[in-house]
């Protein structure tokens, strides 16, 4: 017996990681955007190769096609911005809070898979 508020809820529970991971592609594809197209400023590395990579793992997850390892790279990614942010001593403070959120997310469909609406479903 499970112990839930919304019981009927429960058979829905593929539209978590379906939100998830729209929510996390588009961050980070618009995260990469900037990095390639706008020369725009970021923690860790700002070259167009670290942006293309991104736009790439983005759209991975937006489609759910190798929704694991998109996850995995970007888990990677997130790391080593947070990486950046910590030998700046802005640990818990500028934006480093969006980036563990982020990084939580990315864990999650790694451990989860992609949800509804993904071309790598388990068959």
């Given at each position: 017996?499970?112990?839930?508020?919304?019981?009927?809820?429960?058979?829905?529970?593929?539209?978590?990681?379906?939100?998830?991971?729209?929510?996390?592609?588009?961050?980070?594809?618009?995260?990469?955007?900037?990095?390639?197209?706008?020369?725009?400023?970021?923690?860790?590395?700002?070259?167009?190769?670290?942006?293309?990579?991104?736009?790439?793992?983005?759209?991975?997850?937006?489609?759910?096609?190798?929704?694991?390892?998109?996850s995995l790279i970007n888990v990677i990614i997130l790391t080593i911005k947070i990486g950046h942010k910590i030998t700046?001593?802005a640990f818990l403070t500028n934006g480093i809070n969006y980036y563990l959120l982020l990084l939580a997310m990315a864990?999650?469909?790694?451990?989860?898979?992609?949800?509804?609406?993904?071309?790598?479903?388990?068959?």
């Amino acid at each position: 017996m499970v112990l839930s508020i919304f019981p009927s809820l429960l058979s829905y529970q593929g539209f978590a990681p379906l939100i998830i991971r729209l929510i996390l592609g588009i961050t980070l594809f618009y995260f990469g955007y900037k990095k390639t197209i706008s020369e725009g400023k970021s923690s860790g590395s700002n070259s167009k190769a670290y942006g293309i990579i991104e736009i790439i793992t983005a759209i991975f997850l937006i489609v759910g096609l190798y929704t694991q390892l998109a996850s995995l790279i970007n888990v990677i990614i997130l790391t080593i911005k947070i990486g950046h942010k910590i030998t700046l001593k802005a640990f818990l403070t500028n934006g480093i809070n969006y980036y563990l959120l982020l990084l939580a997310m990315a864990l999650s469909l790694l451990f989860t898979g992609p949800g509804f609406l993904a071309f790598d479903l388990p068959i």
